[in-house]
């Protein structure tokens, strides 16, 4: 992150100089406080023992928004050994399933502890900065991995930005992924649809750079860090695709647009779309890049209530009542908030 410019509704203007945190711990109390809002990650246990012959405590267990067991390590500044550490806590979590399972029915219930999506456990580093050597080391490993970089601005501001990310390839996932909607072989399942989900995939991975996809069985979500559009499996003659839109937003269009808010489904979003043909997926397009954008404005009006205030594709940013918007020093001006 380069340094910001802050300034009031007056229009008054202050140079902002990002810097690290006194210690780690600052960086996790705030992360764990607001892990949800921030990462799409429900917290579950701080500083876990692991029991095993090395021993070790991972700094924090959660499960994200589709079911997988994420396990989120922070450092200070730049560590090349934050990879190395929370893969090896990665291998402990995969060969003690029941610890975890038996953790997330004593927070969650035994619905979540039953759905726990296995084939693709996250690990999340949180630091002050990362070498290319880290950013290049998280593509060849077999697993999922979000590199975030922290900075704090002044005294009370706070951001976020994801430096890479990349979904696991599993033999596990793998399968999946063959069994499930979106991949089918076209011929074998009915052309049409097959098809236009392939064209949707496209699109929406095109969205971004380190767009991934996490399948389950009942849909496939995309997100970056956060899920930001789930697609459902082909039925016969449409596509369901969920976004993270708000519905108030969209003029809804019967057929194809609908509000779904309080209303259960597969995969997340409050805005269902219904695609029939390839002219609907061009129409969806907006909406598309709109649900890509919306899930960090939501990120933005979530931290607001926590003191946090502004957004953009990849960051958010605290402050403590003063009234201040930021903007980067390019032309955009996202006083909206």
Request: proline share 4%; hydrophobic share 40%.
């Amino acid at each position: 992150m380069v340094g910001l410019k802050l300034f009031n509704t007056a229009g008054d203007v202050s140079e902002v100089v990002p810097r690290l945190a006194a210690v780690e711990a600052d960086v996790q109390d705030l992360v764990e406080a607001h892990m949800e809002t921030m990462l799409g990650v429900t917290f579950l246990a701080s500083e876990y023992v692991i029991d095993c012959a090395d021993g070790g405590r991972i700094d924090s267990l959660g499960l994200d928004e589709n079911g997988a067991p994420v396990i989120v390590e922070y450092k200070r500044g730049t560590d090349a050994g934050v990879i190395n550490q929370g893969l090896y806590y990665m291998a402990w979590l995969t060969n003690h399933k029941d610890a975890f399972r038996n953790l997330v029915r004593d927070r969650l219930g035994v619905t979540a502890a039953s759905q726990i999506l296995w084939s693709a456990p996250r690990l999340i580093c949180v630091a002050g900065d990362f070498t290319p050597y880290d950013a290049h080391a998280v593509r060849e490993h077999r697993r999922s991995i979000d590199l975030v970089r922290y900075r704090y601005f002044g005294s009370d501001h706070f951001g976020l930005e994801t430096v890479a990310s990349v979904m696991g390839h599993s033999a596990q996932a793998k399968r999946v992924r063959r069994r499930a909607a979106g991949v089918p072989p076209v011929r074998k399942q009915g052309g049409a649809m097959a098809e236009l989900a392939e064209a949707v995939d496209e699109v929406l991975v095109g969205l971004g750079d380190g767009v991934t996809r996490v399948q389950r069985k009942q849909y496939r979500a995309y997100r970056r860090l956060r899920n930001f559009a789930s697609l459902c499996p082909p039925q016969q003659t449409k596509l369901l695709v969920y976004l993270k839109a708000d519905p108030k937003e969209v003029d809804l269009v019967p057929g194809f647009t609908r509000d779904v808010t309080g209303l259960g489904h597969h995969g997340t979003g409050d805005l269902e779309l219904q695609l029939r043909t390839e002219r609907d997926l061009e129409r969806a397009q907006d909406l598309f890049r709109l649900s890509y954008t919306a899930a960090w404005r939501s990120l933005a009006g979530a931290l607001a209530e926590c003191g946090v205030v502004g957004w953009r594709r990849d960051a958010a940013f605290r402050r403590d009542g003063q009234g201040w918007w930021w903007t980067t020093n390019g032309p955009e001006d996202p006083r909206f908030c």
